[in-house]
């Protein structure tokens, strides 16, 4: 009898054949990387702390907490204009606040190099196929950090209050932005507020954005998201523009990215543009992808716990245990799961309870 897959073990292997059907190759690492690798990039990070143990060298090294920054590591541009790749692999990490260290398995892809607008909408259509993969009720959430940028630049906030201001739009939060930004002038001000709430399908949230660009780089911007836009025609209803998705600025550029499904409540897939990244690991190139979070696709397997036998099959001291293998034998060639056991167990956990009497499986109870 075959084990029904758990729905992170499909989505493996489904993924899998998405990603490789887009031209994307298989990357595999090691499960440990130089500490100072992450000590150096850490605010790119999801959480905080590593699990760290000395190599025989006395190098400090860390159990992986992230799959990127080794995939940016070993990228070399001059020999690789282009690089294209999945992965499914297990990270280390702190699950949750309080929840101590986890072995958690997450796939994804990287495209690293010549990244272009094609590029761009096709990793964002790969993100929302993914989605759609382990449930078609999704939604993906897009923002431009690049846009979001020229609105902020005018306004010169001291690093501070910036970061009060990026939490109030983190938060949705337009009555304490307008506190925050009492001093600012009105017409620089402005433009953030709306953004602060302006949620929605592309189509109906682009036409607003437009009056919003006050610098070529922001109509540059904007061209992009409606370029973007055009291409995604098959997800217009199910990609949404939302500004209050903002990543660390300082490793995250233009186009970043969330993604949910139905009966999960936080996120199970996150990426976006990360050149910064690059240019602070000194590769002359430019990147984005995307992971999904695997472990929590563990809440859509909703069904109570599966037994662990179709039938348990009872035998008492002194049983013949030859004759008890033959007749389970007997029942597993039927396609049952069976058990052996000297007493029943408890009531309604297994669909059948028997015993072998006189060379011959009888009913019990």
Not at 87 to 97: L, S
Not at 198 to 225: D, F
């Amino acid at each position: 009898m075959t084990e029904p897959l758990k729905s992170e073990e499909r989505a493996v292997l489904e993924l899998r054949r998405l990603y490789r059907s887009y031209g994307y190759g298989p990357f595999k690492m090691s499960q440990f990387e130089p500490l100072s690798l992450y000590l150096h990039h850490k605010e790119f990070l999801i959480s905080e702390g590593a699990i760290t143990f000395p190599d025989t060298d006395g190098t400090l090294l860390a159990l992986k907490p992230d799959v990127t920054l080794s995939i940016v590591k070993n990228y070399q541009p001059a020999q690789t204009p282009l690089r294209k790749v999945y992965y499914d692999e297990n990270v280390y990490r702190v699950a949750g606040p309080g929840r101590g260290y986890r072995e958690i398995l997450q796939t994804g892809v990287e495209c690293l190099g010549q990244v272009d607008l094609v590029q761009l909408a096709e990793v964002i259509l790969l993100a929302a196929r993914s989605l759609e993969t382990i449930s078609p009720r999704f939604v993906l959430d897009l923002s431009h950090l690049g846009f979001l940028s020229e609105i902020l630049t005018p306004l010169a906030l001291p690093a501070e209050q910036k970061a009060a201001v990026l939490a109030c739009l983190r938060q949705k939060n337009r009555d304490a932005m307008a506190a925050l930004l009492s001093d600012c002038p009105a017409d620089l001000a402005e433009p953030l507020l709306t953004l602060t709430t302006l949620s929605g399908p592309l189509e109906e949230v682009l036409p607003v954005l437009a009056p919003l660009a006050p610098t070529e780089a922001a109509q540059a911007a904007l061209a992009e998201l409606k370029s973007i836009a055009a291409l995604l025609t098959p997800f217009r209803r199910q990609i949404r523009l939302d500004f209050s998705l903002v990543n660390d600025m300082s490793y995250y550029n233009g186009l970043v990215f969330r993604g949910y499904v139905e009966g999960i409540p936080t996120g199970v897939l996150s990426g976006g543009q990360y050149d910064q990244l690059l240019v602070r690991m000194g590769k002359a190139a430019r990147g984005v992808g995307f992971a999904v979070y695997l472990d929590q696709l563990e809440r859509l397997d909703r069904s109570p716990a599966e037994a662990e036998a179709d039938t348990v099959l009872l035998y008492g001291p002194g049983a013949d245990a030859a004759a008890l293998f033959a007749a389970a034998d007997q029942l597993r060639a039927q396609g049952q799961r069976v058990q052996l056991r000297q007493t029943a167990p408890e009531a309604g956990s297994v669909g059948r309870i028997v015993r072998l009497t006189g060379g011959e499986v009888t009913e019990v109870g």
